[in-house]
């Protein structure tokens, strides 16, 4: 069974600075998208930074110069580096990926998963 685990988040002041992480737990295969949404409050989910498995790269323009999105292919690991953290940046930030696994019986699945979020804050 795959998992997404988010570690990272919490409170920081305007101008500062967090990082975020997830792993990818479970057999997987590949990672085809991986990335970052984030859901403020009375708003709806929104992309954050994607990466696919060749390194393309898609920003949301709002964080564009700010945030920084990597990936460890090898550990099966995303990050989101966040810079220069604004009020409006404050949400639950979830993890997504798009992968292939396979299940305890050995069979190759295709899907998309989420990771639970993690709270991020920026407040004075």
């Known amino acids: 069974q795959v998992q997404l685990v988010e570690s990272g988040g919490g409170s920081v002041q305007p101008g500062g600075s967090l990082g975020l992480s997830c792993l990818a737990a479970?057999?997987?295969?590949?990672?085809?998208?991986t990335g970052w949404y984030r859901q403020a409050p009375g708003k709806e989910r929104e992309l954050v930074a994607v990466?696919?498995?060749?390194?393309?790269?898609n920003y949301l323009d709002s964080v564009k110069g700010r945030f920084t999105i990597s990936r460890d292919g090898a550990k099966n690991t995303v990050y989101l580096q966040m810079n220069v953290l604004k009020p409006e940046d404050t949400a639950v930030y979830y993890c997504?990926?798009?992968?292939?696994?396979?299940?305890?019986?050995?069979?190759?699945?295709?899907?998309?998963?989420w990771g639970k979020g993690t709270l991020v804050t920026v407040s004075s």
């Open positions: 997504y990926a798009d992968l292939e696994s396979t299940d305890y019986e050995g069979v190759l699945r295709g899907m998309d998963y």
């Open positions: 479970g057999h997987i295969v590949s990672i085809n998208v």
């Open positions: 990466i696919t498995s060749r390194d393309r790269i």
